[in-house]
């Protein structure tokens, strides 16, 4: 392969892998990307082969092994059709790739091996098949991916219609800016929408409270921090290549719960894409953004969610 940035999608056959490729055909800045779709098929175990030394259990033997490869003709199918899709879409066809493997060590631990292949981001969807033997259910894939695929950025395919609209999360920590210089690598030049939003659960106190509460003097150095990150956020992504009339920013200020603070900003902004930093921490106050995006992507379906380390 060339030099340009891979990303790896895991696929599993199912309805929802199909809308995974639906999202990769809409959101254009991918397109400039090399594309693997990577598929971890699970065999019949071989407990089953073992019948064939019973004298009773022949026939049984010969069904599971068509069955089986029954299957994996079903698989490659999905494959190819799904390749034919970007490249109809507009990916360049010697950049996508197919790829199947036989699970080896478990479906998260063969994608997470796969991903230390120099990947740019790793694809992925809340949920994948039912069907157990065919591929893999993502539901619980997914959680390990989320907590254990944490040197390359994870992008959490949602339902909503792709605008090209991106809602970073800000918290004044280096987690966040690299949240959003992955964006600004990733969309820079395409016309995208960019949100900057913070959220805080204390609202600023005015300057009399300020002389009697020993804790206004910390609330405004957070404030400080948060604006202070808003304006190296937006200078990043004009750096990058983003039109400053496409980024704006949002300050959120009592919420009750950041995570649907998060949610309802990009609701109400239009946005289909949210974005964190893995794990954010400000020295001033503790906001580590770790359970939020967990909160976000197991909450609300049918955005699009951005975890980057």
Partial sequence: MSETKKILVTLDGSERAARTIDYLCRFTPLRSKQVVLFNVATPVPESYYDLKNSPFSGSTVSRVKAWEMGQQAIMEGFMEDAR????????????VHVCTVARKNGIARDILAESKNGYHALVIRRRG???SLLAFTLGGVAAKL?????TLPLIVAGVQEVNHA?????????GALRAVQFVGDTVGRKDCRIVLCSVLRNQPFTSKEQVSNPFAQIDREVLDKIESAMGEAREILIRAGIREDLIETRLIQKAKSR??????????????????????????????????????????RKLTVWLVP
């Fill in 259 to 300: 995570a649907g603070a998060l949610v309802a900003a990009a609701e109400e902004t239009g946005c289909d894409t949210l974005v964190f930093g893995r794990k954010g921490l400000s020295r001033v106050e503790s906001f580590d953004l770790g359970r939020i995006p967990r909160k976000v992507i197991y909450g609300s």
């Fill in 84 to 95: 034919m899709r970007l490249v109809s879409a507009g990916y360049p066809a010697e950049a």
């Fill in 146 to 150: 989320v907590d254990k695929a944490n």
């Fill in 129 to 131: 098949s039912k069907n």
């Fill in 166 to 174: 991106l809602c970073i999360a800000i918290d004044g920590s280096q």
